[in-house]
């Protein structure tokens, strides 16, 4: 049972390698939910297990086997491992609520900010422009969906240039990529090597993006153009706004630029096998914390002596 636990606590740590290369073999849009499905599996799985360890822990000590109704505490073959776990998975978990809490806070205030800022403004269709010396340039989520941009980010770019970067934050808006940026903050916050991956789904979001916005004004090479002008001129400063809130001007903007300037992405045969050990590693990582879970609640059955041995 043990042994079983750990492997969700252990899988992630090859999350962040895969899921670069599954960007570099898959289409944009595929690896955004590939990638990102996975780092929530493999999210939700290791708090499974920490739980887990937690309550083996717990059930182990004589006062709280009383409480859980045992007519012995928990017995486990590696009895020596399990308190130090748990009391472990205690510190892990208690870490990951105080940051998650914190971060939400962050991200509401900025969220109830911008969206109080746009509501302030008039609105053509699903665009709303600030008046800010600041460059910047958002999709903002919500009922309705808008693109926020401020008057020095229209400046900066010539009309062409502006369509290409509405365009590209209407594909955020119309493909729901706050979603996927949403989900990997909270697995960033369940695990530690899920923390690079949050930047791979981040250029993920935005690399579909740009392929959406290429395709819909029908030049990839402006919309380049486009991007890499928008992220010269955000450089200055920002508007405040949430995380989950995608922007043109984010991820590593060259090597953006460098894809669209290329032939359009055609997977190959590798792109299936990475796909497949995404996959593969977030079944692995459920079926060992079901079957640890499943194995667990067999001992507390026998320790509430409803089972022989």
């Given amino acids: 049972m043990i042994a079983l636990l750990l492997l969700p606590l252990v899988l992630p740590f090859a999350m962040p390698a895969l899921a670069r290369r599954a960007l570099d073999r898959l289409t944009p849009v595929t690896a955004l939910w590939v990638i990102t499905v996975s780092a929530a599996v493999l999210a939700s799985c290791s708090l499974a297990a920490l739980g887990a360890f937690v309550l083996i822990g717990l059930l182990e000590l004589p006062v709280f086997a009383a409480l859980g109704e045992l007519v012995r505490p928990l017995h486990t073959a590696s009895d020596l491992l399990v308190v130090p776990a748990a009391a472990t998975s205690v510190g892990a978990l208690t870490v990951c609520a105080s940051t998650l809490g914190r971060a939400a806070v962050r991200e509401f205030r900025a969220f109830r900010s911008a969206h ?79 923390r690079p991956v ?4 981040g250029l993920a979001a935005e690399r579909a993006a740009d392929e959406a916005a290429a395709a819909a004004v029908g030049d990839r090479r402006l919309t380049a153009r486009a991007i890499a002008r928008a992220a010269l001129a955000g450089q200055e400063a920002r508007s405040e706004r949430p995380e989950f809130a995608p922007a043109a001007t984010s991820g590593p903007v060259p090597q953006r630029v460098k894809a669209l300037l290329s032939a359009p992405h055609v997977p ?42």
């Fill in 198 to 201: 949050r930047e791979t789904i």
């Fill in 116 to 194: 109080t800022e746009a509501d302030r403004r008039p609105a053509a269709g699903d665009l709303c422009v600030v008046d800010s010396p600041h460059p910047d340039a958002y999709a903002l989520p919500g009922r309705p969906h808008r693109i926020v941009v401020t008057t020095a980010m229209l400046r900066s770019l010539d009309a062409a240039e502006r369509e290409a970067l509405f365009a590209h934050e209407r594909a955020h808006n119309r493909g729901g990529h706050h979603y996927f940026l949403a989900a990997a903050e909270l697995a960033a916050h369940c695990h530690p090597a899920l």
């Fill in 268 to 309: 190959r045969r590798a792109a299936a096998w990475i796909a497949g050990l995404l996959v593969a590693c977030a079944t692995a990582s459920c079926a060992a914390s079901a079957t640890g879970m499943i194995d667990f609640h067999h001992r507390v059955e026998i320790a509430q002596g409803e089972e022989s041995h």
